[in-house]
């Protein structure tokens, strides 16, 4: 499974971002799919996931109210919309697909390479 994100870019504080995340090669719909963000220094940490069916999501208390997941299978793609964008927020965004439950953790079974938010002020 190939993932590919795009939509990051640069945005001022209060602003919004849509990143999108492109699936290939594999049966997207029956992969549980996430966002993890890393910061400079800092570990890589849970943002969003959605399960398989698209009815359950999980976020990170950090983003809740703010950060939206959906998945579209048609276009085997998952969205993360971002709103009220905080400095806080600045770091890589990842993409990741998981065969197995949906989790919060890391352990997921394909990575994309990352897109970079950054939220000035």
């Known amino acids: 499974v190939q993932l590919v994100e795009s939509g990051g870019g640069l945005v001022q504080v209060g602003g919004s971002l849509r990143l999108s995340c492109a699936a290939s090669?594999?049966?997207?719909?029956?992969?549980?799919m996430g966002w993890f963000r890393q910061a400079p220094g800092k570990e890589r940490e849970f943002v969003a996931a959605v399960s398989w069916s698209g009815r359950n999501t999980y976020y990170a208390d950090s983003v809740k109210g703010r950060f939206t997941i959906s998945r579209d299978s048609a276009k085997n793609t998952v969205y993360l919309q971002m709103n009220s964008l905080k400095p806080e927020d600045t770091a890589i965004y990842y993409c990741?697909?998981?065969?197995?439950?949906?989790?919060?953790?890391?352990?997921?079974?394909?990575w994309g390479q990352g897109a970079q938010v950054t939220v000035s002020s």
């Open positions: 990741a697909a998981n065969s197995g439950p949906t989790t919060t953790t890391t352990e997921y079974d394909y």
């Open positions: 090669g594999g049966t997207f719909s029956t992969y549980s």
